[in-house]
């Protein structure tokens, strides 16, 4: 088996003929036990390494076409099988566990669930904090350093499997593993947008807003909302959008200011209250308000009626920036997607822990 550059991954291959791409498996090596992917044969060698590693506790299946050798390393481990449901009368062994839409198979794993693939239980498999994605059959990477979809031949609905991968295109990664083909382990969510825009069956940055379900976010009481997260799902690269639906009581972020990016925001409808250090601002259906960047654009919105609030919220993305809280003296830094929230009041001095 091959180590991946992926923390505690490995993979080994077939060569397909009749298609001229690898079959891939795949390994997640963990100290509570290892998940084995869409398995195909391995050699002695392979198999060795495999023992020494710890097995598995969990053998994964992408789709009803990847069960592969999954029998063969279940009697030789005991190892558990999992396939989405919608595929459990497609093996000749019936999965052990049933998986659904967004489910956590092992802490730090979750499943998508890809509707519109070869078969009905088609998914990927998705590690948010190692920003990596799994594809069994309906993404294939080939030629070397590019990403296409599965051949249309085999898809009952070849523009519904491709409008499908907005599924993926909403998760944070930028590894991605494949069953078939060559593996992206560097700038695979650009990459997988490039194929799907080249598609002149579906127009992948076009999307309508009914199309598009509300979703819980927010944090603890006072501070939850709904939203419809827009830009990642049309390729949005350097403008962020999305729609805040805001509850009785509710508001969006603690009043922040941003050091470099700027937002703009649309009430669609409905009305709130804007809080900033200018004292409350009553906003309503059809006002946009401006916030460049500096400490005068300080803002919270909250709403203190009775009725939802509906907001569009427009921004520029910069690969860094700094947000400031003038509640709590709190200050956000980001850097390359990563963030570290820090107290002003524990800054340090420059030569601070580096004299005796």
Not at 30 to 40: A, F, K, Q, T, Y
Not at 111 to 130: M, R
Not at 181 to 203: F, K, P
Not at 286 to 302: L, V, W
Request: hydrophobic share 40%.
């Amino acid at each position: 088996m091959k180590e991946i550059a992926v923390t505690n991954f490995y993979s080994w291959s077939i060569f397909s003929q009749e298609r001229q791409i690898d079959f891939n498996g795949h390994l997640w090596v963990r100290d509570e036990g290892n998940v084995l992917i869409d398995p195909v044969p391995m050699t002695a060698a392979d198999l060795e390494q495999f023992d020494q590693l710890g097995g598995a506790a969990w053998i994964v299946l992408t789709n009803r076409d990847h069960e592969r050798e999954a029998v063969f390393f279940q009697d030789r481990t005991g190892a558990r099988i999992a396939a989405h449901r919608a595929d459990a009368d497609l093996f000749d062994q019936p999965p052990d566990r049933l998986l659904d839409d967004g489910e956590e198979i092992v802490p730090g794993l979750q499943v998508v669930h890809l509707a519109h693939g070869k078969s009905p239980g088609e998914i990927a498999l998705y590690w948010p904090g190692l920003k990596l994605v799994l594809a069994g059959d309906l993404v294939v990477g080939a030629p070397l350093g590019r990403i296409t979809l599965l051949a249309d031949a085999k898809l009952a609905d070849p523009p519904q499997a491709a409008l499908g991968l907005r599924k993926l295109l909403q998760l944070d990664f930028d590894a991605l593993l494949m069953g078939d083909g060559h593996s992206v382990l560097h700038d695979a969510r650009r990459l997988l947008l490039e194929c799907l825009e080249e598609r002149t069956d579906i127009y992948i940055n076009k999307i309508n807003v009914e199309d598009i379900p509300w979703t819980s976010g927010g944090g603890p009481a006072g501070y939850r909302w709904e939203i419809k997260d827009i830009d990642p799902l049309i390729g949005g690269q350097h403008l962020g959008y999305c729609l805040f639906r805001l509850s009785a009581g509710q508001s969006i972020c603690p009043q922040h200011f941003h050091h470099f990016e700027e937002e703009m925001f649309y009430i669609l409808e409905g009305a709130c209250t804007l809080i900033s250090p200018r004292g409350p601002v009553a906003v309503e259906q059809g006002d946009f308000i401006a916030f460049p960047p500096g400490p005068r654009s300080a803002h919270k919105f909250t709403n203190q009626g009775q009725q939802p609030c509906v907001l569009l919220a427009l921004s520029n993305v910069l690969p860094h920036d700094l947000a400031q809280y003038p509640d709590s003296d709190k200050i956000n830094v980001r850097s390359l997607d990563r963030q570290r929230i820090f107290r002003r009041a524990d800054a340090v001095d420059y030569w601070s822990g580096e004299t005796d």
